[in-house]
C-alpha cells in the first residue's frame, strides 16, 4: 500500500522547493518530513516566507499572538529545523535549508530526539539512490558549497595569489563563534553500513549558524585554536575541506572523504564538470613521477589515473575537467612530481549568502519566489505567476514583455532592497550569468 501523506507535509515539500535549491517530491522526503516536524509543525512551516522574520512578522502570518508565535519558532530551532539569529538587536528566524541545513542537523544532534539510524536510511534513499534532489542542489548556479585549498601544499618558491576567501584558515580566524559537530555524511553512512574509519567529530559550523546551534546543544562550541587543530589533523588524514561558497559570513566548513561525502560522491555520480572546484588545478611533472600510485587512490574524485608515457613506465595523469584543486595529491606525492598550479580565470564566489541566494534564483528562475514570499496573499500569487512566465521566455521575448509589462508590479520589484544589490553584483566579468538583469535595468531606467 502507498504511503499516506497529510496535506499538512504536501504543502511543507512544496515550500521547501519554492527555494532556489528546491526538495523535488518523493516517498522518502516525505517520511523524512514527518520525522522532524509534527503535522501542525509543518503546516505553520509550509506558510513561513523564504526570508527571515520575526516573531510579530510569523504572528500575523499564523493569525495567532506574538507570543504564542515566538514559543513556537523557538520550539522548531531547539529541534534544528530553523535558525534563530540576531540581526541589530533583533531575533529573527530563518527556515534553515534542507542541505546544508536541517537534514544534517537532525543527525549531528546525540540527545536522542530523532531516531538517527531511520533517518539515515531515508537520507541515503532520497540523496544516495535518488538523483532528482542532488541535482537540483548541484545544478544550482552558483552552486552551494566549494573546496578550499590545502594552503601549504602550494610551493612557496613560486607562491600564486591566495585570496582570503579561499584559506579555511583566514575563515576560521575571522569568525565570531565555532562549533563543531558530527559530521553527517559518515554517520549517515555508519547507519547502512557503508562508512568509512574517518573521523566523525570534525564537522565545523561559524559565525550566525553556530550561534545557533550552540545556543541548542547540536553543536559545540570551540575556540579558533580547537577549530585549526581539527583541520590539520583532517588535513593529514587526507580529507577536504569543502565549505559555504560564500567570500564572507562562511556558515560551515566540512572535512570530506571521497566515499561518504554527499557532495563528492554526487560529484563523481552525476558527472558535474568542475562542480566544487576552487581556483587552483593540480600539475603533474611526468619527469620526475614515478608512477607510485598514492595519488590516484587518495584523490578524493578520482581524478588522476596512471597511464603509461613515452618510454613505457606509469606516470600519473590528472583530468583538468575533473580535478577541484584540493591539494590532497600534492601532499602525499613522495617525489615532488605534483603542484598546484592557480587558474587564469577566477570563478565566481558571491560576496555573501544573501547574493548567492538571489542569483541562485535568478538563474533557477524562482527570483518571483523570492521576492513575492508571502504565501497568504493571492496578489503574491499572481505576480510569482507573472514573474515566472517571464523568466521563462527567451531572452528576445523577455524584452517584449518587459515593454508590455511597464506596470507599478514590475516597478514594485525594483524598488526593493534585494534589487539594489543588482548595481553592484553586476560587472564586465560577469554580465554574462545574468541575463534578467537587463529586464529590470531597463525598466529601472524609464521608471
Not at 43 to 61: D, H, R
Not at 82 to 100: F, G, N, T
Not at 421 to 428: R, T
Amino acid at each position: 500500500m502507498a504511503h499516506m501523506t497529510s496535506r499538512s507535509y504536501i504543502r511543507l515539500q512544496r515550500r521547501l522547493d519554492k527555494s532556489p535549491q528546491g526538495a523535488p517530491e518523493s516517498e522518502a522526503l516525505f517520511k523524512i518530513l514527518e520525522i522532524l516536524f509534527t503535522e501542525k509543525e509543518a503546516e505553520l512551516v509550509s506558510k513561513l516566507p523564504i526570508s527571515s522574520l520575526t516573531a510579530k512578522q510569523a504572528s500575523k502570518i499564523w493569525k495567532k499572538t506574538e507570543k504564542e508565535s515566538k514559543y513556537i519558532l523557538d520550539e522548531l530551532a531547539d529541534k534544528g529545523l530553523i535558525l534563530d539569529l540576531r540581526k541589530e538587536d533583533v531575533q529573527v528566524y530563518y527556515l534553515a535549508p534542507s542541505m546544508a541545513g536541517f537534514f544534517e542537523f537532525s543527525l549531528m544532534r546525540t540527545d536522542g530526539r530523532f531516531d538517527r539510524k531511520i533517518l539515515s536510511e531515508l537520507y541515503y534513499q532520497y540523496i544516495n539512490e535518488e538523483d532528482d534532489f542532488l541535482k537540483k542542489v548541484l545544478g544550482a548556479n552558483p552552486v552551494f558549497a566549494r573546496t578550499f585549498v590545502h594552503e601549504d601544499a602550494i610551493q612557496k618558491k613560486d607562491l600564486p595569489v591566495i585570496l582570503d576567501y579561499e584559506k579555511a584558515s583566514h575563515i576560521v580566524k575571522t569568525a565570531r563563534c565555532i562549533t563543531v559537530g558530527t559530521c553527517y555524511c559518515r554517520h549517515k553512512m555508519e547507519h547502512v553500513g557503508k562508512a568509512c574509519n574517518m573521523p566523525q567529530d570534525v564537522c565545523l559550523t561559524f559565525n550566525s549558524a553556530a550561534e545557533s546551534l550552540s545556543k541548542h546543544g547540536i553543536a559545540k562550541k570551540i575556540s579558533k585554536k580547537e577549530a585549526m587543530e581539527i583541520i590539520d589533523r583532517c588535513i593529514s588524514l587526507g580529507l577536504v575541506q569543502i565549505g559555504d561558497n560564500v567570500q564572507e559570513g562562511v556558515n560551515f566548513i566540512c572535512n570530506c572523504c571521497g566515499c561518504c561525502c554527499e557532495a563528492l560522491l554526487a560529484y563523481k555520480r552525476l558527472k558535474y564538470p568542475k562542480l566544487l572546484a576552487n581556483n587552483f588545478l593540480s600539475k603533474s611533472d611526468h619527469d620526475k613521477c614515478t608512477g607510485c600510485g598514492i595519488c590516484a587512490k587518495k584523490c578524493p574524485v578520482d581524478a588522476i589515473n596512471l597511464n603509461k608515457g613515452q618510454n613505457g613506465k606509469k606516470i600519473a595523469v590528472i583530468d583538468e575537467n575533473v580535478c577541484i584543486g584540493c591539494g590532497v595529491c600534492v601532499r602525499f606525492c613522495k617525489s615532488k612530481s605534483l603542484l598546484l598550479e592557480r587558474q587564469e580565470k577566477i570563478r565566481y564566489v558571491p560576496k555573501d549568502t544573501f547574493e548567492r541566494y538571489v542569483v541562485s534564483a535568478m538563474n533557477n528562475g524562482k527570483l518571483q519566489n523570492l521576492v513575492f514570499d508571502n504565501y497568504n496573499l493571492w496578489t503574491y500569487d499572481m505576480l510569482r505567476s507573472l514573474l515566472e512566465v517571464i523568466f521563462s521566455l527567451p531572452p528576445t521575448k523577455q524584452i517584449l514583455a518587459n515593454r508590455q509589462f511597464q506596470s507599478r508590479f514590475i516597478a514594485a520589484i525594483i524598488k526593493t532592497r534585494e534589487y539594489k544589490l543588482f548595481d553592484k553584483l553586476i560587472d564586465e566579468e560577469h554580465k554574462e550569468d545574468y541575463t534578467h538583469h537587463k529586464l529590470f535595468k531597463q525598466n529601472k531606467q524609464n521608471s
